[in-house]
């Protein structure tokens, strides 16, 4: 691959509408995510998202904090999750990034962590507790080893929404609601609006997560971006199906990607 | 100091959702505006006097003092504020800043559920809703607070996510206040979380060595030479040690939770054993594993229960101004007790960590010196714990 981080996120939105979705690694065990991660790919999924399971995932509603326990009760570290993506790169050729918090990256050795990244493949990190006045921490580190650090925008961002598009990397993650991760059955916010903005301001795609779960919502959401992101939708048929929910992650994926087309 | 982006040396900062950026930003602005405000001001020194009955008292511990040997002690009585602790100080102050910029619910997180009294109390003096998390499991052990936050007109919500203890209390505290910011201020009790709250906290809690400076020099003439308090985020031990920072000559000691000791995995002593990660919204030091995995800390006492520490504490850590020490339960438990004995003061648990330390403290001290001990609160809320530690089953 010799295309850089941003090119190669670019191209999961050239098709048209990207389905993204995100998975916590190693609930319930990381053999059954190599699957689920595969399947998901084969599925029409455009890039995923890998969650490194955190002990106090501080952004996220029940269902995922849920998943997070479930991954660590397993046995779950950083180190294994770098061996899983090893293996997934073996045929998985998607861009893959990881979504987790601040302390798994800092705590492991941002310039460790962010070099394997590269190694391994890992085209990008989002790290919902850090805000653009905090990404320096770790940006000089991204860019040297060519990982996008991909940023979110909030529906209270408003004055800070150009401020955020203008130094994007990778893609925009756009929360569509107040609160943490989940399911919800209607999302209000103008997101037009917002979206508006960015493209004033950006070339980098946009992606709106938080609160998704049907096809119906997710085309909505696409309409007015470049994607659709869902997270809790998915563990939560991992947390019923264990090891089982392959094939019913599969038929989901499949099914909203479908909505997109 | 804090510089502008909330950096206490390397520590602090604010590692926090972008839904909540805005918010502190505009805390901080409303902040920035109030603090030198005289309006403001005359009505919260107001509210302190009056209603939490400031001046805390500076105590000569004169049996404590000939018993031990060694320094004079004295004991600063935040345990004799309203609503029984050093709490009070932040949240009048918090609460007052809120009801200015208009917000009309306070949330806040609460582990022996101190501050959770205090801030529902400041919530029915001042017209506000309240809504207190709390760890699940700190509700069994401080049922009576609970009663009192409910009594105030609070709802208490245990949760239940996690080790169901303080930082869980504060990871659901954020995440409701991402869930609902327009009306809401989250009333942080400690130095800890994101930029501005360490420095907000601090100088609403800053009061107590304000008051033990001028009350030692009265009384003394000069200044202590030590200063003890008992730490988990710091609230009142920063408020302690602040006005001393200045003063090289003056110990600053903070007392933290070592629970079955800092060489097992049952301790909340993060400086002792910690190290530096990010977490709740600061940079600062932590309890966690290899991989930053945040470690379930334990310690009987649930204020202390906390796997961080305030972002300046940290840093008064790395230039040495101030030392760390760790305390076990049984040795917070002894003080607790010899403390009630002796003085006839039942401290708070948290508090008896930093009496603990006087105790070791004082006997290695010439008898001209001075040690001042604050007690940040009053240990009612402990006497059922402590006898179930005992041994002895009482009812509350």
């Known amino acids: 691959m010799s295309n850089t981080a941003n090119e190669r996120i670019k191209g999961a939105f050239a098709g048209g509408k990207a389905f993204i979705p995100f998975i916590t690694c190693g609930d319930p065990n990381l053999g059954t995510t190599k699957k689920l991660v595969r399947a998901a790919a084969n599925a029409g999924a455009d890039l995923i998202e890998l969650g490194i399971p955190f002990s106090d995932p501080t952004a996220e509603g029940p269902v995922i904090q849920e998943a997070n326990i479930r991954a660590l009760a397993a046995g779950t570290t950083t180190d294994k999750v770098f061996d899983l993506v090893r293996d997934l790169r073996k045929d998985v050729t998607i861009p893959l990034v990881f979504m987790t918090y601040a302390n798994v990256v800092f705590s492991y050795g941002s310039e460790r962590f962010l070099s394997t990244c590269k190694e391994i493949g890992i085209d990008g990190v989002i790290l919902p507790d850090v805000p653009f006045e905090e990404k320096g921490e770790f940006a000089e580190i991204c860019k040297k080893y060519d990982v996008a650090q991909i940023s979110l925008i909030a529906p209270t961002s408003e004055n800070r929404i150009a401020m955020i598009a203008k130094e994007a990397e990778g893609f925009l993650y756009i929360v569509s609601s107040l609160g943490v991760t989940g399911t919800r059955s209607e999302i209000t916010t103008d997101l037009a609006s917002i979206v508006k903005v960015v493209r004033e301001n950006t070339d980098i795609p946009c992606a709106i997560g938080f609160g998704i779960s049907n096809p119906a919502q997710a085309k909505k959401m696409a309409d007015i971006s470049d994607g659709a992101i869902v997270g809790s939708a998915i563990m939560k048929i991992i947390g019923k199906y264990g090891e089982g929910a392959v094939s019913y992650v599969s038929d989901y994926v499949k099914e909203m990607k479908d909505a997109l087309r | ?396």
């Open chain 2, 1 to 396: 100091m804090a510089d502008k982006f909330g950096r206490f040396g390397v520590h602090g900062g604010r590692y926090i959702p972008e839904t909540l950026m805005n918010a502190v930003i505009e805390l901080e602005e409303s902040y920035n505006r109030y603090k030198d405000d005289p309006e403001f001001n005359r009505e919260l020194t107001e509210l302190l006097d009056e209603y939490a009955g400031r001046p805390s008292r500076l105590y000569y511990a004169e049996k404590l003092t000939r018993e031990l040997g060694g320094a004079k002690i004295y004991l600063k009585r935040e345990d004799l504020n309203h609503t029984g602790s050093h709490k009070i100080n932040n949240v009048l102050g918090q609460a007052l800043l809120a009801k200015k910029m208009g917000k009309t619910r306070l949330i806040a997180e609460t582990g022996a559920g101190q501050h959770g009294v205090a801030t529902a109390t400041a919530a029915a003096l001042l017209d506000m809703e309240c809504v207190v998390f709390m760890g699940k499991e700190d509700t069994k052990r401080q049922a009576l607070n609970v009663y009192r936050m409910k009594l105030l007109g609070a709802t208490v919500i245990p949760v239940t996510s996690g080790t169901a203890t303080l930082k869980d209390a504060v990871s659901e505290a954020m995440r409701e206040w991402t869930s609902r910011i327009d009306d809401t201020h989250y009333c942080l009790g400690s130095v800890m979380g994101p930029h501005p709250f360490p420095t907000i906290v601090r100088d609403f809690q800053a009061v107590i060595s304000r008051e033990t400076k001028q009350q030692i020099l009265e009384k003394e003439g000069r200044l202590p030479d030590a200063v003890i308090a008992c730490v988990g985020g710091g609230s009142n031990a920063i408020g302690s040690f602040y006005h001393f920072i200045e003063d090289k000559e003056v110990r600053l000691i903070g007392c933290e939770a070592a629970g079955r000791g800092i060489d097992t995995f049952e301790t909340a002593a993060t400086i002792n054993t910690g190290r530096l990660g990010i977490f709740h919204g600061m940079k600062s030091y932590f309890c966690q594993d290899e991989f930053g995995q945040i470690a379930p800390v334990y310690s009987i006492s649930a204020g202390l229960d906390y796997p961080g520490i305030g972002p300046e504490h940290a840093n008064l850590h790395d230039t040495g101004r101030a030392e760390y020490v760790a305390i076990t339960d049984d040795e917070a438990v002894n003080a607790f007790e010899y403390l009630s004995r002796t003085e006839g003061i039942i401290p708070a648990i948290e508090s008896a960590h930093a009496v603990a330390y006087a105790i070791k403290l004082a006997p290695t001290m010439d008898k001209d010196k001075i040690i001042v001990v604050t007690v940040s609160g009053r240990g009612d809320k402990d006497c059922a714990a402590i006898a179930r530690y005992r041994g002895e089953d009482i009812y509350e």
